[in-house]
């Protein structure tokens, strides 16, 4: 039988469809059913409302979520709501990162659980009678505007003082009480009474609040939060972490937004699975942000060259613009690595899983191929949005190993295809960097090792090979790509950037050089190079570690910057890091303006971040002095630790610094570091001779000079504060008083002799 024909649409053409956007509910809608409907709990139940299905989930989902970024709805666990309005007047907090033509700030005071703060513009001009500037806080009248959705503006009514920074100290129980030892050096210990504890107990990690009381004013403290205490945790890294305000804990929102990220496809990607990238990494790393791969170059224009790619995690597919995630980042600027635990920039979802490049595991990269001449220079690059899949994890020492002929059963197979065609690229890598001539100033770095109580188990010197500086070589080689690449595209970047040492430094180190003999050129006009061939000279004179000291104080600090002016250390024209987006905001922002320039996605870098790279480059480098500090500051409160129990001890250590009020010293076995007050060092008047790094007898002529090998004895040792104190039992270098230094008049300060058990100063 037939089957009869369908019945044909007389209903006429069908209408076109309408665009997303005009299918979409407004933000004003959206606000207006929150507030009206009872039954809408959550998401789902928003988008039943405004019949929410197919293509338009993902943007709805979007402005969801940008709503919740601005702060004008929250989400507790799955529920929404309206966030709470700023009342009229309140007292707000403008960032040290505010562009002062477009000031914006944020409330001072506002609970976590209403979600992200809002953001509220602070209108300024030629009228206003209160101009306030980045840093500073406001007590301010608040306008929500007359939408649905609050566009909040601030008019300035006065500029407040900030709050001191809260005292952080370590609570000690004693015979009358309670006291506070403070973490700053500085400042002086505190009783607590017993009412004022606030339920903190011996040991505790305490925030305070300082009332005076009595007559006399006599300061006291009143704990006002218990952080934790660091030794039962294992981790005296707390101290340094409130001392300086690191941010270390995710908020919910930047934690939701994690958990939600998929893994990436190969849209818009090219697909480089079967490319044999491999990483190479310290042993214990979590995450992989970057891999590698060499093979001679097949061109037989460039006979003996090589095509050298280097593969990093693509972060900024994932940390966009505007989120709560890119604003986490951006606020904590960089990761901070302690002994006891690193205080991650992104989720471990991020940073550990979706971004870590693992063995055999798709993962989205940005990446470049450099193709190099025989000689190991650059001939040209060129860079690449891709999924890859690593080959292999390798640690340094397992790829050495390989190298020098111990292979183990994962390094055998990739020994000749993949290690060997590395070494050798690297090799020709050499060439390129020897005839560059950078710093060559290899300072060894001590590694720290914990128990599992959080307690120092050894200290150690790892091992420098030459996988080490086959990774850096590569990274260096990507970081110039990335900087030459944006500069051709005329984009804006963040460039890393070291400038030469200042005239004042470099008169200095001549100075101090002209001591020991060493020539030196007159020019203020130097190159790395130059200082180079000073430490040439200082190893052969056997004296390279007061050299290096020196040489290193001379150096400015490197930094970020939107403007280039070189990197002096590297001896490179242009430099920008792209190779760590995982633990640096610098890297991510480099990656966004690769994406722009090279039109590789639509999650570039945004024309509003482009405007902003001067302040983003001032706050970053703040940040990343702050964890060199936190990091420097938690070593020294743990080898403070470490040596507690033995005082009386003797050790040799060496000048690694000189003032007028004492030395430095740090001991060879730990990299300790502590000090010995002028006061204590001998039989005699010391004077500082600046230009000779020396602390010199007035009488005597005995003399102390950076870097010189000494014997002491540990005195006292204070863990909170990191401190060590040393008495001195070796006998300076004889020599001349400084000449043309006129004598005190009056008696002289005479100290006791040196002996065994330590130096003290005599009674006249």
Not at 88 to 94: G, N, P, R
Not at 200 to 209: M, T, W
Request: proline content about 6%.
């Amino acid at each position: 039988m037939a089957k009869s024909p369908k019945p044909k649409n007389t209903s006429g053409p069908k209408r076109p469809r309408l665009p997303v956007a005009e299918r979409l509910p407004s933000r004003e809608q959206l606000l207006e059913a929150l507030a009206q409907e009872d039954n809408i709990k959550g998401k789902r139940d928003l988008a039943k409302v405004f019949g929410i299905r197919g293509d338009l989930r993902r943007p709805f989902k979007a402005m969801l979520a940008e709503l919740e970024g601005e702060g004008v709805i929250t989400r507790t666990r799955k529920a929404l709501r309206r966030t709470a309005a700023l009342p009229h007047v309140t007292v707000l907090d403008i960032p040290g990162d505010a562009d002062p033509e477009d000031l914006h700030a944020f409330p001072a005071q506002w609970n976590p659980e209403e979600g992200e703060m809002p953001r509220v513009r602070v209108l300024v001009d030629s009228r206003s009678r209160v101009v306030p500037a980045p840093g500073d806080r406001i007590l301010a009248r608040i306008d929500a505007g007359e939408d649905a959705v609050p566009d909040y503006t601030a008019k300035p009514m006065k500029v407040l003082d900030k709050p001191r920074r809260a005292h952080i100290g370590i609570v000690r129980m004693d015979e009358e009480g309670a006291r506070l030892i403070p973490v700053d050096r500085k400042q002086k210990e505190m009783r607590i009474a017993m009412g004022d504890l606030g339920g903190a107990g011996d040991g505790d990690l305490v925030e305070v609040e300082v009332k005076f009381s009595g007559r006399l004013m006599i300061p006291r403290a009143r704990v006002t939060k218990v952080v934790g205490n660091p030794n039962s945790e294992g981790a005296v890294s707390l101290i340094a972490i409130h001392n300086l305000e690191i941010p270390h804990v995710f908020p919910q929102s930047v934690i939701r937004e994690a958990e939600e990220a998929k893994e990436a496809t190969l849209k818009g990607r090219e697909d480089w699975r079967d490319l044999p990238l491999i990483t190479i990494d310290p042993a214990d790393a979590k995450d992989h942000d970057d891999a590698v791969h060499a093979a001679p170059d097949d061109d037989e224009k460039n006979q003996g060259g090589y095509i050298v790619t280097v593969a990093i995690a693509d972060v900024a597919a994932y940390v966009r613009p505007g989120t709560a995630l890119d604003r986490e980042a951006y606020l904590r600027g960089n990761s901070v690595y302690f002994p006891d635990r690193v205080v991650p920039m992104l989720p471990e979802r991020i940073s550990n899983e979706l971004c870590s490049l693992k063995e055999g595991v798709p993962r989205a990269a940005l990446a470049v191929r450099m193709v190099l001449g025989a000689d190991g220079r650059k001939k040209s690059h060129s860079f690449h949005r891709i999924l890859m899949r690593s080959a292999a994890k390798l640690s340094y020492q397992q790829a050495q190993a390989a190298i020098d002929g111990n292979p183990d059963d994962q390094t055998g197979p990739l020994l000749d295809a993949i290690l060997r065609p590395l070494w050798d690229a690297y090799e020709a890598m050499t060439k390129a960097r020897d005839q560059r001539g950078p710093l060559d100033l290899d300072l060894p770095e001590r590694k720290i090792l914990l128990d599992e109580k959080g307690m120092v188990r050894d200290i150690h010197v790892p091992e420098r090979l030459e996988a080490h500086r086959l990774i850096e070589e590569m990274m260096i080689a990507a970081n110039v790509a990335a900087a030459e690449t944006l500069e051709q595209k005329r984009s804006e970047l963040l460039y890393r950037v070291h400038d030469e040492p200042s005239s004042e430094k470099l008169q200095a180190l001549r100075d101090f050089l002209g001591s020991l003999d060493i020539a030196v050129k007159k020019s203020d006009s130097v190159r790395a190079s130059d200082f180079n061939g000073i430490l040439a000279q200082a190893r052969k004179a056997n004296n390279i570690e007061q050299v290096s000291e020196m040489v290193l104080r001379s150096q400015a600090q490197a930094e970020y910057a939107a403007e280039n002016y070189g990197h002096f250390g590297l001896n490179l024209d242009r430099y920008a890091h792209f190779t760590s987006p995982i633990r640096r905001y610098a890297d991510l922002i480099v990656h966004r303006a690769l994406v722009r320039a090279l039109g590789l996605g639509d999650d570039g870098l945004s024309d509003s971040e482009a405007a902003k790279l001067p302040g983003i480059a001032q706050h970053i480098s703040a940040t990343e002095r702050r964890a060199m500090l936190a990091e420097r500051e938690t070593s020294d409160r743990l080898l403070a630790q470490f040596l507690a129990e033995r005082i009386g001890a003797r050790f040799m250590g060496r000048v690694s610094g000189i003032t007028r009020s004492g030395l430095f010293i740090r001991l060879l076995e730990t990299g300790a570091d502590g000090f010995i007050p002028a006061s204590t060092l001998g039989q005699d008047y010391y004077r500082f001779v600046e230009e000779r790094q020396a602390m010199i007898g007035e009488r005597t002529g005995e003399t102390f000079t950076l870097g010189d090998r000494v014997e002491v004895r540990l005195l006292e040792a204070a863990p909170v504060a990191g401190a060590l104190r040393f008495g001195l039992l070796s006998e300076g270098k004889r020599g001349n008083p400084p000449s043309g230094k006129r004598l005190r008049k009056g008696p002289s300060r005479s100290f006791g002799p040196r002996t065994s058990k330590g130096s003290g100063r005599r009674k006249r």
